[in-house]
């Protein structure tokens, strides 16, 4: 499991930037993976794999949650002190992460049936909060100095995904095109 890996790493000493980039970068994976499923399932219907990407999807965006813990643990062993976590919110690159952060908390919080069945209709809209926590974490990792071309990866795969959603939202749906 990555998890593992990164906190040994953390244990015997290794390099900050190392482990941020390792807990950051799968954070980012899992959120995409998180947010694919349920698109895709609108335009191509509910094929074999889609079902059983849509029953794993809150676990993706638990455990993205929990890279970003992970990352933000990283982070705060890093600076050592309080002040200095407080003098850097001021700048762009880390307040847009505590934002995505914060935005992932409240999905990740609510990620159970119980909650689900108390929140009811209120409960998906609070979901949505994944969307603009992904747009951050992006635009974390841009001003970070990530390279633009690496946030492809992610940026490429999601449009493609919300676009296929407004063609399905539109009327135009793979599977009945199929049928």
Not at 7 to 17: F, N, Q, S, W, Y
Not at 28 to 47: D, I, K, V
Request: charged share 10%; glycine share 6%.
């Amino acid at each position: 499991m990555p998890a593992l890996l990164v906190m040994d790493e953390l244990v015997a000493g290794a390099l900050p930037m190392k482990l941020y980039a390792a807990s950051g970068e799968w954070s980012m994976r899992l959120m995409t993976l998180a947010l694919l499923p349920g698109p895709l399932a609108e335009f191509f219907g509910r094929t074999p794999l889609l079902r059983l990407w849509l029953k794993i999807r809150r676990n993706l965006g638990v455990t993205a949650f929990l890279y970003a813990a992970l990352h933000l643990l990283i982070y705060v062993l890093d600076m050592g002190q309080l002040h200095a976590i407080f003098d850097e919110l001021t700048l762009p690159a880390i307040w847009t992460g505590w934002l995505a952060l914060f935005a992932l908390l409240i999905p990740a919080a609510i990620s159970f049936d119980a909650a689900m069945r108390a929140l009811q209709w209120r409960w998906q809209l609070l979901q949505y909060l994944v969307y603009p926590a992904c747009l951050l974490a992006l635009i974390h990792c841009l001003l970070l100095g990530w390279n633009a071309a690496s946030t492809l990866v992610y940026i490429i795969p999601i449009s493609a995904a919300w676009a296929l959603r407004a063609l399905a939202r539109s009327g135009i749906h793979l599977r009945r095109v199929r049928s």
